[in-house]
């Protein structure tokens, strides 16, 4: 599975972004999907997480509640949906394919086997 990501940008606090993950390679449908983001002197983390049907989701709590993810398996596509946007969600979001058999929700990196490029979201105050 290739990924590409994009949709990141420059958005005020409280604004809102979207971000979108298109998927090249026969397997998407078979891949849990996944996005995290990685800051400034930070590790990446976990921020949502998919199944590969989309009838499970998963979201760190940081933001629960205010991030969506979704997917489109005829398209090949994964989105996340970004709303009541804080600074401290600035950062490299990226999205990745799990490789498990099983199809579940991973929260750590090492759940997953293909990552995109990531892209910058960039929030100011």
């Known amino acids: 599975v290739q990924l590409q990501a994009s949709g990141g940008g420059l958005v005020q606090a409280g604004g809102s972004r979207r971000l979108s993950c298109a998927a090249s390679g026969r397997s998407f449908s078979s891949s849990a999907m996944g996005w995290f983001r990685q800051a400034p002197g930070k590790e990446r983390e976990f921020v949502a997480g998919?199944?590969?049907?989309?009838?499970?989701?998963d979201y760190a709590d940081s933001v629960k509640g205010r991030f969506t993810i979704s997917r489109d398996n005829a398209k090949n596509a994964v989105s996340l949906q970004l709303n009541s946007l804080k600074p401290e969600d600035t950062a490299v979001y990226y999205c990745a394919a799990s490789a498990s058999s099983s199809g579940g929700i991973w929260r750590t990196t090492r759940g997953y086997a293909y990552w995109g490029q990531g892209t910058q979201v960039t929030v100011s105050s």
């Open positions: 998919i199944s590969r049907s989309g009838s499970s989701t």
